[in-house]
């Protein structure tokens, strides 16, 4: 609340007149790339069942500042952009599809909003439909529209996200509430220490920062049980293999994975990668928030809720997606930094009867 006081006096009179003014300022924090259920930067291509669920109805949108491929029965509950082009089989979208290069939708895949291919073409094939409208830089053609077609008509691309620079800071994690979120942060030098910690399953909300660079692996078969919020914080790769469940204990508990992000690395090493394969589980409603500026390959069926973020991004066969907006780095501090405000239309507050000195 901003509450601003006014004293004048009339001329030749010892009296002073006041007015008091107040007003209600109301701040929406801007998440740029962090409020995206999916988000890849160079490039997105999914595979063989893809569901991405809403966190408040149909917000789970995926973006790509890259090319969007993605095929075999998908459901997104949310829109899909792509600086690219967008090319997506089988499924629905349960809002828009905007690409700034062509949009095809093919195998009876239905988006309920709107298809948009702001330079390009827009081809629907095997009964495909859009329940919105149509609008291409080019031609239309296939399909089913069921609201207006109009082509040739060229527009801007979608509003353009940079990949979001996570770097780490300790105080944001560990700094007592508010300023920061209270975590105790254990370091490793080694990957089977810090492995093992996270295995055991400390009591508590943990960062567990990995550095030098190193492998995390977790084999066929391995149960890691969390008893609070943890952040793995590593230099290194993190990588599942076949069945690996993570399940929680007396949470619902958040699970970040983060390689922060840094200039110059070498993504064709593997030393980065994250790699999380063959069924493995994020059970009990766990939260997984996943940020890295080079490769994250998501493979066979995984369970799981909260956000991913990275560079370039592959997954193939089926995965449910729960999104929903997890705290960042430490939770309730907001890496952007940056808050909108509105302004509210002051009131006088004499006449609302509010008393003033």
């Known amino acids: 609340m901003v509450v601003s006081k006014g004293t004048a006096a009339t001329a ?16 929406t924090p801007i998440f740029g790339g962090f409020n995206k ?4 930067d160079t490039g997105l291509n999914l595979g063989n069942q893809l569901t991405v669920h809403g966190y408040q109805g149909n917000d789970g949108d995926v973006y790509t500042n890259g090319n969007f491929s993605l095929n075999n029965n998908t459901q997104i509950s949310g829109s899909a952009y792509s600086q690219g082009f967008a090319d997506i089989a089988q499924g629905v979208i349960k809002a828009n599809v905007w690409a700034n290069n062509y949009v095809h939708l093919s195998n009876g895949l239905q988006a309920f909003g709107n298809a948009t291919s702001s330079t390009s ?12 409208n149509a609008k291409a830089g080019t031609t239309i053609s296939g399909g089913t529209i069921q609201g207006t077609s109009t082509a040739n008509s060229p527009s801007g691309p979608p509003p353009q996200v940079p990949l979001p620079h996570l770097t780490y800071n300790q105080c944001a994690w560990t700094c007592a509430p508010p300023t920061g979120a209270g975590y105790t942060e254990v370091d490793y030098s080694s990957c089977a220490a810090a492995q093992a910690f996270i295995t055991n399953g400390a009591v508590g909300d943990y960062v567990v920062k990995v550095s030098p660079t190193c492998a995390l692996s977790w084999g066929n078969n391995s149960t890691v049980t969390l008893k609070g919020n943890v952040a793995i914080i590593t230099d290194g790769s993190f990588t599942t293999v ?23 690395l070498n993504c064709a090493t593997g030393n980065y990668n994250i790699n999380v394969s063959n069924n493995t589980n994020f059970n009990n409603n766990m939260k997984l928030f996943v940020y890295k500026s080079v490769q994250r390959r998501l493979r066979q069926q995984q369970r799981r809720g909260g ?3 990275d560079h370039r991004r592959y997954g193939d066969h089926h995965e449910p997606d729960d999104h929903e907006l997890c705290p960042r780095p430490g939770p309730g501090v907001q890496p952007h930094g940056l808050q909108r405000a509105a302004l509210v239309p002051p009131r006088d507050r004499e006449r609302l009867g509010t008393a003033t000195s």
């Open 37 to 40: 259920a999916i988000f890849s």
């Open 12 to 27: 030749g009179s010892t009296t002073a007149v006041s007015r008091t003014m107040q007003s209600e300022v109301r701040f």
């Open 121 to 132: 073409y827009i081809s629907l094939s095997s009964n495909s439909t859009v329940f919105g």
């Open 307 to 309: 956000q991913r973020t």
């Open 242 to 264: 076949n069945q690996t469940n993570w399940n929680n204990v007396g949470g619902p508990w958040t699970l970040y994975v983060i390689r922060p992000w840094q200039a110059g």
